[in-house]
Structures are given as structure tokens and as C-alpha cells.
């Protein structure tokens, strides 16, 4: 028990850092919880002996896709004026699906036989590049495509009330260039 002791506490925090994701009414907030949640999963795949997903969480997700999100919300032209208006009156069904998920996925993991642990060797990151791009290449490709179409869809959805607006100047008035 003394040994799961790490996982347990880094478990409630990353629960009370998602919760606070979802909570926060300021979306500059929101997202700086995100990166709290991100460096925490970090901590926990270390935890779980794999220092390679926790350097690919930290490069890519913690360092590229929060600097994004936080870079996105600081330069749209209104910023200061998103906020999320929280509708409290669906909380009763929020909180039984919620737990509906929670206990299918617990009942999951309890009936799944898991190997002895610590695994018998860590798997080389050469084998999980090897593995990404002879076997499981479809998937990756697959994967990138869902990501390009996500990508274009959000620059749709948020550009589209913008095509008929005038730009805003760079400057303030009697400036310079």
C-alpha cells in the first residue's frame, strides 16, 4: 500500500485539476488548468515505468499544445470578453452519467487480467517507431487525417463570423510605422 501511495495522491490531483478544467469560467483559466492536468499524466507515466509516453506528453501536449490553446486565446481580439456561462440545471444527469462511465470502466479493470508487473523489460523507443510505422502505419495516417480535419473545421467554425468584419488596425490612432 505504501508503494501506491504516489499514484493514489497524483490520482486526486489530476482528478481535481480536470474538474477545475471544466469548472473554471475564465477560458484562460481553463486552459492553464489543462496544462496542470497535462504535467500531471506526465508524473503519472513515469509513475507507471514508461519515461517515453511521459516525454511525448511533455514535448507534444504540455509544451505544443498548451503554448497553442494559450496563444489562440491571448490573440483573438476579444479575449477578455469569453467567459463560459455554466448551466447548472443539468447537473443531477452530468452526474449520473458520470457515474454510469465511472462504474462500467472500474468493472473493466477489475475483470481484466493484467500481466505481472514491473513488465519484464522496457520496451526501446526505436521498437515504438518501428511499431508506428510498419504495423500500425493505417492507424497512425488515420489518425493524422482526423487531426488535419479537426484543424480546418475549428479555423472554419472560428473565422466564419469574422469574413465580413473590417481588420483592426495594428496600431492605435497617430501611430507610425
Excluded at 21 to 28: E, G, H, K, Q
Excluded at 51 to 75: D, E, K, S
Excluded at 124 to 134: K, N, Q, S
Excluded at 157 to 164: A, E, P, Q
Aim: charged share 15%.
Amino acid at each position: 500500500m505504501t508503494g501506491s501511495l504516489p499514484f493514489f495522491v497524483l490520482g486526486a490531483l489530476l482528478l481535481l485539476g480536470a474538474v477545475r478544467v471544466v469548472a473554471s469560467r475564465d477560458l484562460v483559466h481553463a486552459v492553464l488548468w489543462l496544462g496542470v492536468v497535462l504535467v500531471l499524466t506526465a508524473l503519472m507515466f513515469l509513475l507507471l515505468g514508461a519515461p517515453f509516453l511521459a516525454g511525448i506528453q511533455l514535448l507534444l501536449y504540455t509544451g505544443g499544445v498548451i503554448t497553442l490553446m494559450l496563444f489562440g486565446v491571448m490573440l483573438t481580439r476579444r479575449h477578455h470578453e469569453i467567459g463560459v456561462d455554466i448551466d447548472s440545471s443539468r447537473r443531477l444527469p452530468a452526474a449520473l452519467a458520470s457515474a454510469g462511465l465511472f462504474v462500467a470502466m472500474a468493472s473493466a479493470i477489475v475483470r481484466t487480467k493484467l500481466p505481472a508487473w514491473p513488465p519484464s523489460a522496457p520496451i526501446p523507443a526505436i521498437e515504438i517507431g518501428r511499431a508506428f510505422l510498419t504495423d500500425h502505419v493505417v492507424a497512425f495516417e488515420v489518425l493524422s487525417l482526423l487531426l488535419l480535419a479537426a484543424m480546418i473545421g475549428a479555423i472554419v467554425l472560428g473565422r466564419r463570423h469574422d469574413f465580413g468584419d473590417e481588420p483592426e488596425p495594428l496600431y492605435g490612432k497617430g501611430h507610425r510605422s
